[in-house]
């Protein structure tokens, strides 16, 4: 049977019912899951029902779209839609737990970001440094930029913006992250898992026929979009049966021991991501980078047949840990992989950076450690902009040469560091279509 499991010998899960839930008085957060990811056995999904719950949940929503009946038992012999499938199941377990926490929170971006909506945890972030976040400060003094009068580009401060942090003037028009669903916590209350239990057994259901799935057969795109789904997936997985870990020692951790058994062979987050998918440590995550570095994964025979041919390197905005700074969940088809992997880089950067108030482009950490494979400090601002709609890139483009004729130096962006808080966007997946 293929489920989600570790390399510990399997130990009762009585520690993690015992450990108490921190709780609001309606919903407790995602964080207050089971911290110590070491300890805790994995049996999907019967641990998830039997941890301690919220009693005073709030009532739960319809649940009828996610128990739309088992999958086909021959779903492993299209590996590629088991694996889209996968997303898709997680994805409605993800959202009707936000939902459920919270009955009148919006799921999408788009319907959140009226004045009415309380959008101050992304205004800020408590996880930053001092230096950064006088860096951040600094940007919001001296307003330079014209936002009234650029009504067009530039959004009011109640602007729809899934990376806002202060000091950022944001995009009128993000494009289609403005469609995306938020998770930002959610509600393990006992009325919540158990209408949620039909789309666990479902999706147990599709993780035991990995098993049967030969990855070797798939062609380069197939593996590429099928490897992607199922990290995604795994991920989310992982968080449920494990809990979101708070830190990237944790993390890296929780790579390491979350897998899935596919064609009779463990395949763990970690392995997927850095030696199927050959990606790079990541410098914007040097903690990561560095346990990666002093712990060399193991490379089976077996890993290297399933791996892509050669790496892929926008693959970097296709996978999610669910934090704020992450890209979008979607899900990829194969015979598109390629064209929707570059709609992933457009719409991210499309949605992630910003102007401040004095003219200064405002660019994710993660996306600058990408562009230094590709251009220089010094052409950033030009080489993101072309990324941009005509109109924003345009207006980036002035506000670069106002700077240039100004006293405000040479640097003409500012980076924003990675913020690791939990969180994950959901794309619609007619996107993908």
């Not at 998918?277 to 047949?305: D, F, G, N, T, Y």
């Not at 902009?385 to 700077?403: D, N, T």
Request: charged share 20%.
């Amino acid at each position: 049977m293929s489920e989600l499991h570790h390399s510990y010998e399997d130990n009762s899960c009585q520690e993690q019912k015992d450990k108490p839930l921190e709780s609001t008085s309606k919903s407790c957060s995602v964080y207050s899951m089971v911290e110590n990811a070491e300890n805790s056995a994995a049996v999907f999904p019967e641990d998830i029902i039997s941890m301690k719950t919220d009693t005073k949940s709030s009532q739960p929503v319809n649940f009828g779209k996610l128990t739309k009946g088992m999958p086909p038992k021959g779903l492993w012999e299209c590996p590629n839609q088991l694996a889209e499938e996968m997303v898709r199941c997680m994805k409605n377990i993800f959202i009707f737990l936000a939902e459920s926490a919270i009955p009148s929170k919006p799921s999408t971006l788009e319907s959140q970001c009226s004045s009415s909506s309380p959008r101050g945890h992304l205004s800020n972030s408590s996880l930053w440094s001092s230096s950064e976040r006088s860096i951040i400060s600094s940007w919001a003094q001296s307003p330079q930029v014209d936002v009234k009068g650029n009504s067009e580009v530039l959004a009011a401060e109640n602007a729809c913006d899934p990376y806002k942090v202060r000091g950022k003037l944001s995009w009128a028009d993000i494009g289609t992250y403005g469609l995306s669903a938020e998770v930002s916590w959610m509600s393990v209350g006992k009325k919540q898992l158990e209408y949620a239990s039909g789309a666990l057994r479902r999706f147990r259901t599709l993780v035991e026929q990995l098993a049967k799935v030969n990855p070797i057969q798939l062609s380069c795109n197939e593996k590429l979009a099928f490897w992607i789904n199922l990290y995604n997936a795994l991920i989310m997985h992982a968080y449920l049966a494990y809990g979101v870990p708070r830190s990237d020692l944790k993390l890296f951790s929780l790579m390491q021991k979350a897998a899935y058994t596919v064609g009779g062979h463990s395949f763990s987050a970690a392995a997927i991501e850095y030696v199927i998918l050959k990606m790079k440590p990541p410098v914007h995550r040097p903690q990561i980078a560095l346990l990666l570095a002093l712990h060399k994964l193991k490379v089976s025979e077996e890993l290297r047949k399933s791996a892509i041919d050669t790496c892929e390197p926008l693959v970097a905005f296709a996978l999610s840990t669910g934090m704020y700074s992450s890209p979008a969940v979607r899900i990829y088809k194969a015979k598109r992989v390629r064209e929707e992997l570059q709609e992933a880089q457009h719409d991210f950067i499309r949605a992630s950076v910003g102007l401040s108030s004095k003219g200064r482009l405002l660019v994710p950490k993660m996306l600058h450690c990408f562009a230094k494979s590709f251009v220089d400090d010094a052409k950033l601002a030009v080489w993101i902009s072309h990324y941009l709609p005509p109109q924003q890139a345009a207006f980036v483009e002035q506000c670069i040469s106002q700077r240039r004729q100004s006293l405000l130096g040479s640097r003409n962006c500012g980076i924003l560091p990675f913020d690791s808080r939990f969180r994950y966007l959901f794309l619609p997946d007619q996107l993908s279509l």
